[in-house]
């Protein structure tokens, strides 16, 4: 019986990514930074899921991670269509970016951020309750994993990012850290 209701959680869990993928076009490519090896954004719950071995994710934790993404992603799409709306088809970062260290890059776009609220100060609010859910997130993401499964979270990012940051040392011809 057991072995049943654990088949029809993970068909069910499928259905739901399947459905929400369909319905919200844009919820592969939420916010969560970080691409897949065919170039599409991968919001950070899907990465998660993906790592569900490696940090011995139960069927009820994916099942529990699947509901928390499904319900940001539905209210963030719409605050995201607020500001798209407010700010029209105003350009992401361009490509120059690519060529700025992480702490560079984060204050370009913080300086990014803080010129658009400058010009359509409606949105603070909007930004504000994306803040909150990010926030929220975490909260919810911290009661879903164990301390061992959180751990393990934070040494696989810190090894992402040790990664990445060689890999973007080595774009801009600095080298590596040795």
Known sequence: ???????????AAMAVVAAAVTVFPAFAQDSGKGKGHSGEHKDRFTRL???????????????????????????????R????QAV??????????????REERHEAMKKR????????????SVF??????????????????????????KQMRQERREKAGRSGREARGQGSKT
């Open 49 to 79: 899921i993906e790592h569900r071995a490696e940090l011995g994710l139960t069927d009820d934790q994916v099942l529990r991670l699947e509901s928390v993404r499904d319900r940001y992603v539905e209210e963030n799409q719409a605050l």
């Open 81 to 84: 269509q607020q500001i798209h």
């Open 128 to 153: 504000d309750q994306l803040k909150s859910n990010r926030e929220a997130i975490r909260n919810e993401l911290d009661m879903i994993l164990t301390a061992e499964q959180q751990d393990k979270l």
């Open 113 to 124: 951020h803080e010129e658009l609220l400058a010009e359509h100060p409606e949105l603070v």
């Open 1 to 11: 019986m057991r072995g049943i209701r654990a088949a029809l959680a993970v068909v």
């Open 88 to 101: 029209g088809d105003r350009k992401r970062p361009d490509e120059s970016m690519k060529n700025l260290s």
